[in-house]
Protein backbone atom coordinates (compact mmCIF):
# COMPACT_ATOMS: atom_id res chain seq x y z
CA UNK A 1 0.00 0.00 0.00
CA UNK A 2 1.09 3.44 -0.99
CA UNK A 3 -0.55 6.72 -0.83
CA UNK A 4 -0.93 9.29 -3.76
CA UNK A 5 -1.68 12.99 -2.90
CA UNK A 6 -5.90 12.47 -3.45
CA UNK A 7 -5.80 9.05 -1.53
CA UNK A 8 -4.28 10.73 1.44
CA UNK A 9 -6.25 13.57 1.19
CA UNK A 10 -9.34 11.05 1.07
CA UNK A 11 -7.99 8.95 4.03
CA UNK A 12 -7.69 12.52 6.15
CA UNK A 13 -11.28 13.53 5.30
CA UNK A 14 -12.25 10.24 5.79
CA UNK A 15 -10.95 10.52 10.16
CA UNK A 16 -11.82 13.57 10.54
CA UNK A 17 -15.04 13.37 8.57
CA UNK A 18 -15.33 17.03 7.59
CA UNK A 19 -15.47 18.30 4.08
CA UNK A 20 -15.96 21.79 4.84
CA UNK A 21 -14.31 24.14 2.16
CA UNK A 22 -11.54 26.22 4.47
CA UNK A 23 -10.75 22.20 5.65
CA UNK A 24 -10.18 21.31 2.10
CA UNK A 25 -8.35 23.91 1.17
CA UNK A 26 -5.34 23.48 3.51
CA UNK A 27 -4.96 19.50 3.26
CA UNK A 28 -2.04 19.75 1.65
CA UNK A 29 -0.63 21.93 4.58
CA UNK A 30 -1.23 19.47 6.71
CA UNK A 31 0.43 16.91 4.81
CA UNK A 32 3.61 19.24 4.10
CA UNK A 33 3.51 19.79 7.58
CA UNK A 34 4.02 16.46 8.73
CA UNK A 35 6.75 15.42 5.98
CA UNK A 36 8.92 18.46 7.40
CA UNK A 37 8.41 16.84 11.00
CA UNK A 38 9.42 13.55 9.63
CA UNK A 39 12.91 14.98 7.57
CA UNK A 40 13.66 17.01 11.05
CA UNK A 41 12.89 14.09 13.46
CA UNK A 42 14.86 11.30 11.49
CA UNK A 43 18.66 11.11 9.69
CA UNK A 44 17.07 8.98 6.70
CA UNK A 45 20.52 7.63 5.09
CA UNK A 46 18.21 7.79 2.16
CA UNK A 47 17.99 11.20 1.12
CA UNK A 48 21.69 11.95 0.52
CA UNK A 49 22.48 13.66 -3.00
CA UNK A 50 25.77 15.30 -4.58
CA UNK A 51 25.42 17.71 -6.95
CA UNK A 52 28.60 19.23 -9.15
CA UNK A 53 29.57 23.02 -9.02
CA UNK A 54 31.95 25.53 -9.87
CA UNK A 55 34.01 28.00 -7.74
CA UNK A 56 34.57 30.80 -9.46
CA UNK A 57 37.72 32.77 -9.72
CA UNK A 58 37.66 35.79 -7.40
CA UNK A 59 34.38 35.23 -6.25
CA UNK A 60 34.25 34.33 -2.55
CA UNK A 61 30.56 32.55 -2.57
CA UNK A 62 29.06 29.40 -4.29
CA UNK A 63 25.43 28.84 -4.38
CA UNK A 64 23.10 26.52 -2.24
CA UNK A 65 21.25 23.78 -3.96
CA UNK A 66 17.80 25.10 -4.09
CA UNK A 67 16.55 21.53 -2.51
CA UNK A 68 19.38 21.79 0.50
CA UNK A 69 19.07 20.66 3.90
CA UNK A 70 22.20 20.11 5.21
CA UNK A 71 25.52 19.36 4.15
CA UNK A 72 28.08 16.25 4.22
CA UNK A 73 30.72 17.64 2.45
CA UNK A 74 32.26 19.98 -0.26
CA UNK A 75 35.14 19.05 -1.94
CA UNK A 76 37.52 20.06 -4.97
CA UNK A 77 37.34 17.83 -8.07
CA UNK A 78 39.39 19.64 -10.37
CA UNK A 79 42.71 18.05 -9.22
CA UNK A 80 43.70 14.24 -9.97
CA UNK A 81 42.21 13.65 -6.28
CA UNK A 82 39.53 14.87 -4.32
CA UNK A 83 40.52 17.07 -2.01
CA UNK A 84 37.60 17.98 0.97
CA UNK A 85 37.17 21.40 1.82
CA UNK A 86 36.91 22.08 6.13
CA UNK A 87 33.64 23.59 7.62
CA UNK A 88 34.01 26.30 9.67
CA UNK A 89 32.21 28.95 11.18
CA UNK A 90 31.38 32.03 8.98
CA UNK A 91 33.93 34.22 11.52
CA UNK A 92 36.52 32.16 11.55
CA UNK A 93 36.62 32.43 7.40
CA UNK A 94 36.38 35.93 7.53
CA UNK A 95 39.33 36.42 10.01
CA UNK A 96 41.32 33.70 8.20
CA UNK A 97 41.20 35.76 4.80
CA UNK A 98 40.06 39.54 5.61
CA UNK A 99 40.48 40.66 2.06
CA UNK A 100 38.62 38.69 0.13
CA UNK A 101 40.44 39.84 -2.66
CA UNK A 102 43.06 38.18 -1.61
CA UNK A 103 43.08 34.68 -3.81
CA UNK A 104 44.38 31.21 -3.45
CA UNK A 105 43.61 27.43 -3.55
CA UNK A 106 39.84 26.67 -1.62
CA UNK A 107 40.92 25.06 1.97
CA UNK A 108 37.22 26.09 4.26
CA UNK A 109 33.68 26.52 3.57
CA UNK A 110 31.14 27.85 5.74
CA UNK A 111 27.39 29.01 5.44
CA UNK A 112 27.15 32.39 4.57
CA UNK A 113 23.20 32.42 3.72
CA UNK A 114 20.34 30.88 3.05
CA UNK A 115 21.07 31.08 -0.73
CA UNK A 116 25.37 31.01 -0.51
CA UNK A 117 28.22 29.21 1.14
CA UNK A 118 31.21 30.98 1.73
CA UNK A 119 34.27 30.13 0.23
CA UNK A 120 38.24 30.85 1.77
CA UNK A 121 40.35 31.81 0.51
CA UNK A 122 38.65 33.22 -1.95
CA UNK A 123 39.51 30.93 -5.18
CA UNK A 124 42.60 32.04 -7.55
CA UNK A 125 40.97 30.03 -10.65
CA UNK A 126 37.88 28.30 -11.86
CA UNK A 127 37.69 24.85 -9.74
CA UNK A 128 35.24 21.95 -10.56
CA UNK A 129 33.43 20.98 -7.11
CA UNK A 130 31.15 18.59 -5.95
CA UNK A 131 28.38 19.15 -2.96
CA UNK A 132 27.18 16.09 -0.86
CA UNK A 133 24.39 16.94 1.19
CA UNK A 134 21.38 15.71 2.44
CA UNK A 135 18.61 16.96 0.10
CA UNK A 136 14.86 17.73 0.64
CA UNK A 137 12.91 16.06 -1.65
CA UNK A 138 9.35 16.89 -3.79
CA UNK A 139 6.45 17.03 -1.60
CA UNK A 140 3.79 14.81 -2.06
CA UNK A 141 1.57 18.04 -2.00
CA UNK A 142 3.11 19.15 -5.20
CA UNK A 143 2.02 15.70 -7.36
CA UNK A 144 1.07 16.92 -10.70
CA UNK A 145 -1.49 15.33 -13.46
CA UNK A 146 -1.71 15.83 -17.13
CA UNK A 147 -4.72 17.42 -18.98
CA UNK A 148 -4.18 16.91 -22.67
CA UNK A 149 -5.75 19.83 -24.65
CA UNK A 150 -6.49 21.11 -28.04
CA UNK A 151 -3.67 23.09 -28.05
CA UNK A 152 -1.13 23.63 -25.55
CA UNK A 153 0.92 26.53 -27.08
CA UNK A 154 -0.77 29.79 -26.06
CA UNK A 155 -0.36 28.48 -22.49
CA UNK A 156 2.15 30.06 -19.88
CA UNK A 157 3.74 27.95 -17.36
CA UNK A 158 2.72 29.02 -13.79
CA UNK A 159 -0.27 30.70 -14.93
CA UNK A 160 -3.56 29.49 -13.19
CA UNK A 161 -6.46 27.77 -15.43
CA UNK A 162 -9.74 27.71 -14.85
CA UNK A 163 -12.67 25.00 -15.76
CA UNK A 164 -15.55 25.98 -17.29
CA UNK A 165 -18.30 23.40 -16.06
CA UNK A 166 -16.47 22.12 -13.07
CA UNK A 167 -14.58 25.57 -11.82
CA UNK A 168 -11.79 23.97 -10.80
CA UNK A 169 -8.41 25.97 -10.88
CA UNK A 170 -5.10 25.04 -11.07
CA UNK A 171 -1.30 25.91 -11.97
CA UNK A 172 0.35 24.86 -14.92
CA UNK A 173 3.63 23.41 -13.78
CA UNK A 174 5.20 23.06 -17.14
CA UNK A 175 3.83 22.06 -20.36
CA UNK A 176 4.54 19.94 -23.72
CA UNK A 177 3.68 21.95 -27.15
CA UNK A 178 4.23 18.68 -29.21
CA UNK A 179 1.77 16.16 -27.45
CA UNK A 180 -0.68 19.01 -25.67
CA UNK A 181 -0.03 18.43 -22.50
CA UNK A 182 -0.26 20.50 -19.51
CA UNK A 183 1.01 19.08 -16.17
CA UNK A 184 -0.58 20.74 -13.34
CA UNK A 185 -0.40 20.35 -9.52
CA UNK A 186 -3.18 18.02 -8.57
CA UNK A 187 -6.24 20.64 -7.91
CA UNK A 188 -8.44 20.68 -5.01
CA UNK A 189 -11.29 19.79 -7.27
CA UNK A 190 -11.47 17.81 -10.68
CA UNK A 191 -11.53 19.03 -13.92
CA UNK A 192 -14.21 17.99 -16.03
CA UNK A 193 -13.22 15.69 -19.62
CA UNK A 194 -14.54 17.79 -22.71
CA UNK A 195 -14.37 21.20 -20.83
CA UNK A 196 -12.66 24.38 -21.50
CA UNK A 197 -10.14 25.82 -19.72
CA UNK A 198 -9.00 29.42 -19.67
CA UNK A 199 -5.77 30.90 -18.89
CA UNK A 200 -5.55 33.81 -16.22
CA UNK A 201 -2.66 35.41 -17.52
CA UNK A 202 -2.85 35.08 -21.58
CA UNK A 203 -6.71 34.35 -21.70
CA UNK A 204 -6.01 31.17 -23.97
CA UNK A 205 -8.62 28.84 -24.05
CA UNK A 206 -8.73 25.17 -24.88
CA UNK A 207 -11.21 21.92 -24.19
CA UNK A 208 -9.94 19.10 -22.52
CA UNK A 209 -9.98 15.85 -24.31
CA UNK A 210 -7.62 13.65 -21.54
CA UNK A 211 -7.24 13.36 -17.93
CA UNK A 212 -4.53 11.42 -15.98
CA UNK A 213 -4.43 9.58 -13.05
CA UNK A 214 -2.77 10.91 -9.94
CA UNK A 215 -0.12 8.00 -9.78
CA UNK A 216 2.62 10.52 -7.78
CA UNK A 217 4.13 8.57 -4.94
CA UNK A 218 7.29 9.94 -2.46
CA UNK A 219 9.43 7.69 -0.42
CA UNK A 220 7.59 8.44 2.80
CA UNK A 221 3.82 8.12 0.96
CA UNK A 222 5.50 4.47 -0.05
CA UNK A 223 7.43 3.17 3.38
CA UNK A 224 6.23 5.70 6.28
CA UNK A 225 2.50 5.29 5.22
CA UNK A 226 1.37 5.55 8.98
CA UNK A 227 3.63 8.31 9.61
CA UNK A 228 2.36 10.79 6.99
CA UNK A 229 -1.91 9.70 8.05
CA UNK A 230 -0.80 10.30 11.64
CA UNK A 231 1.16 12.84 11.56
CA UNK A 232 -1.06 14.60 8.73
CA UNK A 233 -4.36 13.89 11.42
CA UNK A 234 -2.54 16.18 13.80
CA UNK A 235 -2.08 19.10 12.31
CA UNK A 236 -5.91 18.62 10.62
CA UNK A 237 -7.19 18.40 14.31
CA UNK A 238 -4.83 21.45 15.09
CA UNK A 239 -6.69 23.38 12.53
CA UNK A 240 -9.85 22.14 13.62
CA UNK A 241 -9.20 22.95 17.13
CA UNK A 242 -10.21 19.52 17.88
CA UNK A 243 -10.46 17.83 21.59
CA UNK A 244 -6.92 17.23 23.11
CA UNK A 245 -7.84 13.64 23.57
CA UNK A 246 -8.01 13.30 19.95
CA UNK A 247 -5.06 14.87 19.74
CA UNK A 248 -2.95 13.15 21.83
CA UNK A 249 -3.78 10.15 20.46
CA UNK A 250 -2.93 10.68 16.84
CA UNK A 251 0.38 12.25 18.29
CA UNK A 252 1.06 9.18 19.99
CA UNK A 253 0.37 6.64 17.21
CA UNK A 254 2.77 10.04 15.36
CA UNK A 255 5.64 9.46 17.46
CA UNK A 256 5.09 5.44 17.68
CA UNK A 257 5.90 5.29 13.69
CA UNK A 258 8.85 8.47 14.34
CA UNK A 259 10.22 5.41 16.62
CA UNK A 260 9.93 2.64 13.84
CA UNK A 261 11.59 5.30 11.23
CA UNK A 262 13.94 5.99 13.47
CA UNK A 263 14.96 2.58 14.17
CA UNK A 264 15.08 2.01 10.51
CA UNK A 265 16.45 5.41 9.02
CA UNK A 266 19.76 5.71 12.02
CA UNK A 267 20.24 1.85 12.47
CA UNK A 268 19.02 -0.71 10.10
CA UNK A 269 19.36 1.30 6.93
CA UNK A 270 22.94 2.00 7.50
CA UNK A 271 24.29 -1.11 9.75
CA UNK A 272 26.24 -4.02 7.67
CA UNK A 273 24.65 -7.32 9.64
CA UNK A 274 27.23 -9.48 8.49
CA UNK A 275 29.67 -7.16 9.70
CA UNK A 276 27.92 -5.49 12.86
CA UNK A 277 25.44 -8.01 13.45
CA UNK A 278 21.62 -6.87 13.72
CA UNK A 279 21.13 -3.52 15.27
CA UNK A 280 20.26 -4.57 18.89
CA UNK A 281 18.10 -2.66 21.49
CA UNK A 282 17.06 -3.13 24.89
CA UNK A 283 13.28 -4.01 25.38
CA UNK A 284 11.08 -1.77 27.02
Request: glycine content about 4%.
Amino acid sequence: MSYTLTTLKSAIQDYTENTETTFVSNLRSFIRSAENRLFKMIDFEIFPKNATSVFTSSYPYLSVPSDFFFPFSVFETSSSSKIFLLEKDVNFLQEYNPNSSTTGTPKYYGRFDIDNFIISPTPDSNYTCEIHYYYRPTSLADSTIDLTVGSANSFAVDETITGSSSGATATIDSKNDSTNKLTIIVPTTAFTNGETVTGGTTSASSSISAISSDTTTTWLSKNAINAMLYGSLVEAYIFMKGEADVIQMYEKRFMEEISRLKDFGESRENTDAYRQGLPRRPRT
